[in-house]
């Protein structure tokens, strides 16, 4: 049978096996072309917390879907395990500001449909998660439904799901040129091939700025900057049950933590960093001195480590920093991602600039990649299971007047 509707899908981590799946199951005849591996870029190197604790209606309407979808994954793609695990995610609030803030969040979550999210007073929350030091915070938003996903599951199973719907996987095809009529693309030139098609879309986030340059496409401002994973030795009072119970925390400094296995807390901080041009696939993984902990006690995840310790006590008994992993955030300016057709390459889609979410935004990312290529133009809205959302905080070419306030 032959297909008239054909895309290549450029970059083959969560967002474009997810979308790959989307389309082939839509009925495109799909080509992903992949400069090293499946899950090569940040999709293996990534905390992958998900949440639909967001500050705008749109994002926590989108991110109840990828939720819902995350949890029907075993029906929607035929994997045998699941690929989340619904923890929860607990944001900490210590100040009167603060805590006003979270509040009035909750109630616009409620509205946008996230009816289980809950602010909990500091005495219902230490009732609930006693590990946390009463003194230290005035209340905490708490959505159960929140957790954390399994990264490898979500490529893997996405990916052998569209290749069954007949897609094809590229490995070791970096795209490195094309050829033009007019201002569509009409093949894309890698080393192992050449592929045409109808559509093209831009699934390398941290990378795209490089593609933009290759394809002569819109250089979108989404900075590639360095982000850094510790990985603590549970020890002292905590059991490991109640470690592998915990929900991802978020405390008021910004370090975040979540349990990795009955032994092991995954800590996270996003501090400053500069943009990084032209970086390898080797980069992703050079730790620097001050960030890792081997680093010495004045380096950052010793500071992270004390920090976190103000208000969960416990973590000060664990027994020390076992290894440190990083990769890239690929972040725009108002930490929202670009949904939206190329203003100079007319058939490429970018699905970019995640800014630390791309894991949790996968099923929409791919929605919203699906619907813009069935349309054939950029869209104000897409329908997501009988629901209208609004994109236009995704628009390439938007102001960048609402920063979204709920960024770790
Ligand atoms: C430390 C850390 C913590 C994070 N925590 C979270 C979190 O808690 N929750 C969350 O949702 N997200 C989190 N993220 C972000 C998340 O991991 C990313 O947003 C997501 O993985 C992006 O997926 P992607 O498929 O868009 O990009 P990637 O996984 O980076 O894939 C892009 C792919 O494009 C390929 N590529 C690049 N250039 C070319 C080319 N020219 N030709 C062909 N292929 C090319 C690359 O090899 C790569 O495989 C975190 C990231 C890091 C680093």
């Given at each position: 049978?032959?297909?008239?509707?054909?895309?290549?899908?450029?970059?083959?981590?969560?967002?474009?096996?997810?979308?790959?799946?989307?389309?082939?199951?839509?009925?495109?005849?799909?080509?992903?072309?992949?400069?090293?591996?499946?899950?090569?870029?940040?999709?293996?190197?990534?905390?992958?917390?998900?949440?639909?604790?967001?500050?705008?209606?749109?994002?926590?309407?989108?991110?109840?879907?990828?939720?819902?979808?995350?949890?029907?994954?075993?029906?929607?793609?035929?994997?045998?395990?699941?690929?989340?695990?619904?923890?929860?995610?607990?944001?900490?609030?210590?100040?009167?500001?603060?805590?006003?803030a979270?509040?009035?969040?909750?109630?616009?979550?409620?509205?946008?449909?996230?009816t289980?999210?809950?602010?909990?007073?500091?005495?219902?929350?230490?009732?609930?998660?006693?590990?946390?030091?009463?003194?230290?915070?005035?209340g905490?938003?708490?959505?159960?439904?929140?957790?954390?996903?399994?990264?490898?599951l979500?490529?893997?199973?996405?990916?052998?799901?569209?290749?069954?719907?007949?897609?094809?996987?590229?490995?070791?095809?970096?795209?490195?040129?094309?050829?033009?009529?007019?201002?569509?693309?009409?093949?894309?030139?890698?080393?192992?091939?050449?592929?045409?098609?109808?559509?093209?879309?831009?699934?390398?986030?941290?990378?795209?700025?490089?593609?933009?340059?290759?394809?002569?496409?819109?250089?979108?401002?989404?900075?590639?900057?360095?982000?850094?994973?510790?990985?603590?030795?549970?020890?002292?009072?905590?059991?490991?049950?109640?470690?592998?119970?915990?929900?991802?925390?978020?405390?008021?400094?910004?370090?975040?933590?979540?349990?990795?296995?009955?032994?092991?807390?995954?800590m996270?901080?996003a501090?400053?960093?500069?943009?990084?041009?032209?970086?390898?696939?080797?980069?992703?993984?050079?730790?620097?001195?001050?960030?890792?902990?081997?680093?010495?006690?004045?380096?950052?995840?010793?500071?992270?480590?004390?920090?976190?310790?103000?208000?969960?006590?416990?973590?000060?008994?664990f027994?020390?920093?076992?290894?440190?992993?990083?990769?890239?955030?690929?972040?725009?300016?108002?930490?929202?991602?670009?949904?939206?057709?190329?203003?100079?390459?007319?058939?490429?889609?970018?699905?970019?600039?995640?800014?630390?979410?791309?894991?949790?935004?996968?099923?929409?990312?791919?929605?919203?990649?699906?619907q813009?290529?069935e349309?054939?133009?950029?869209?104000?809205?897409?329908?997501v299971?009988?629901?209208?959302?609004?994109?236009?905080?995704?628009?390439?070419?938007?102001?960048?007047?609402?920063?979204?306030?709920?960024?770790?």
């Amino acid at each position: 049978m032959t297909c008239d509707r054909r895309a290549v899908i450029i970059g083959a981590g969560i967002t474009g096996t997810l979308t790959a799946r989307a389309m082939s199951r839509a009925g495109w005849s799909v080509v992903l072309v992949e400069a090293a591996h499946v899950g090569a870029g940040s999709s293996s190197r990534t905390a992958a917390g998900i949440r639909q604790q967001w500050s705008t209606p749109e994002a926590v309407q989108g991110m109840r879907f990828s939720t819902r979808f995350y949890e029907q994954f075993k029906e929607r793609t035929g994997a045998t395990e699941l690929p989340i695990r619904q923890n929860g995610y607990l944001f900490l609030a210590e100040n009167e500001r603060a805590w006003q803030a979270a509040q009035r969040r909750v109630q616009m979550q409620q509205e946008a449909g996230l009816t289980e999210v809950l602010a909990l007073p500091t005495p219902a929350l230490v009732e609930r998660f006693p590990w946390i030091a009463t003194d230290a915070v005035l209340g905490g938003t708490f959505c159960p439904s929140d957790g954390f996903l399994y990264p490898s599951l979500v490529y893997q199973e996405s990916l052998r799901d569209a290749r069954e719907h007949g897609a094809r996987l590229i490995q070791g095809a970096p795209v490195e040129g094309c050829d033009v009529s007019g201002d569509r693309i009409v093949q894309v030139h890698t080393p192992k091939g050449s592929f045409g098609a109808d559509v093209f879309l831009d699934c390398t986030n941290a990378w795209s700025r490089k593609l933009s340059r290759t394809l002569g496409a819109e250089e979108l401002p989404v900075d590639a900057l360095k982000r850094y994973l510790w990985f603590l030795g549970r020890d002292g009072a905590l059991t490991g049950e109640q470690l592998s119970a915990m929900p991802l925390v978020i405390t008021p400094p910004g370090v975040y933590c979540r349990p990795e296995n009955l032994d092991t807390l995954l800590m996270g901080h996003a501090h400053p960093a500069r943009h990084e041009e032209g970086f390898s696939y080797e980069d992703q993984d050079v730790i620097e001195p001050s960030f890792a902990h081997t680093g010495g006690l004045e380096s950052a995840p010793f500071h992270a480590w004390e920090q976190l310790a103000t208000y969960l006590p416990s973590v000060a008994e664990f027994s020390g920093i076992r290894y440190t992993t990083s990769g890239y955030y690929g972040t725009t300016p108002d930490h929202n991602p670009f949904f939206g057709y190329d203003r100079q390459r007319l058939n490429l889609v970018r699905l970019i600039g995640f800014s630390g979410h791309g894991a949790m935004f996968g099923p929409f990312s791919a929605q919203v990649g699906l619907q813009l290529c069935e349309a054939g133009h950029d869209l104000d809205a897409v329908e997501v299971e009988g629901e209208s959302i609004s994109l236009h905080r995704f628009k390439v070419g938007r102001a960048y007047d609402h920063h979204e306030a709920m960024v770790i």
